[in-house]
């Protein structure tokens, strides 16, 4: 089946860095991806659409400059945190469909637990 | 969009089966159900999808009525590795890459 990967899985970084989160998809192609971040025991919130080749979409509420999308290429999306804070601390996972797959089904990534200290 | 609702949290025994009922009053003609699975510091993982009536895979089945404004997701037989969060989306499928919005879920339980 459809394979996302995510990387890193676990990230900790200095208050006022950066940090870049890729996500692939392994065996399939996908021009659009999403990005999520989930607060503990809470729901995962949508927070932008990456298109391939465009600027992404974002959600009401996410500053699109903390948050840079990239998605260059077929199978490669990247969020990139930009002077993180401690707020930031999240966990951040991607997904994409596979297009024409049976279930239609989104595949998600394993995630990336981010902590700023 | 439609919105869904669930409860919030479920208690069962192992080897108990378990019925997870989401209601979706507003679901649109093109629009599919379907359920994820999350397990803590994990992404979600698809577990089943449907448009009507019963669809059964190795894992669960899901049970929709003929108004579709409800959804049962069953899991046969839980054991403790079924202790998960599980999401209900509904969506259209027929083409497009449509955003993917997640309610709130409901945790299940296994008890030993």
């Known amino acids: 089946g459809a394979v996302v990967s995510q990387h890193p899985s676990r990230v900790i970084c200095k208050s006022g860095t950066s940090v870049k989160i890729e996500c692939r998809s392994l065996?399939?192609?996908?021009?659009?991806m999403f990005w999520y971040r989930q607060f503990p025991k809470k729901s995962l919130m949508l927070m932008a659409t990456s298109n391939e080749g465009s600027k992404a979409t974002y959600e009401q509420g996410v500053e699109k400059d903390k948050f840079l999308i990239n998605h260059a290429s077929l199978t490669l999306s990247t969020l990139t945190v930009t002077s993180a804070h401690p707020e930031d601390s999240s966990f951040y996972i991607c997904?994409?469909?596979?297009?024409?797959?049976?279930?239609?089904?989104?595949?998600f990534g394993s995630g990336t637990r981010l902590t700023v200290v | 969009l439609a919105k869904t609702t669930q409860p919030i949290s479920m208690d069962s025994y192992e080897g108990q089966e378990v019925n997870i009922t989401c209601s979706h009053n507003n679901i649109a003609t093109n629009d599919y159900i379907t359920w994820y699975q999350q397990f803590p510091s994990q992404g979600p993982r698809f577990i089943i999808q449907g448009y009507k009536t019963k669809v059964t895979n190795e894992v669960a089945s899901l049970f929709i009525p003929a108004d579709r404004k409800s959804s049962t997701l069953s899991l046969p037989r839980v054991s403790l590795s079924d202790t998960a969060v599980y999401y209900c989306?509904?969506?259209?499928?027929?083409?497009?890459?449509?955003?993917?919005?997640f309610g709130i879920g409901t945790k299940l339980q296994v008890i030993p």
């Open positions: 989306l509904v969506g259209d499928r027929s083409g497009g890459y449509q955003k993917v919005t």
């Open positions: 997904s994409a469909r596979e297009q024409g797959a049976v279930n239609y089904g989104y595949t």
């Open positions: 065996d399939f192609q996908a021009t659009t």
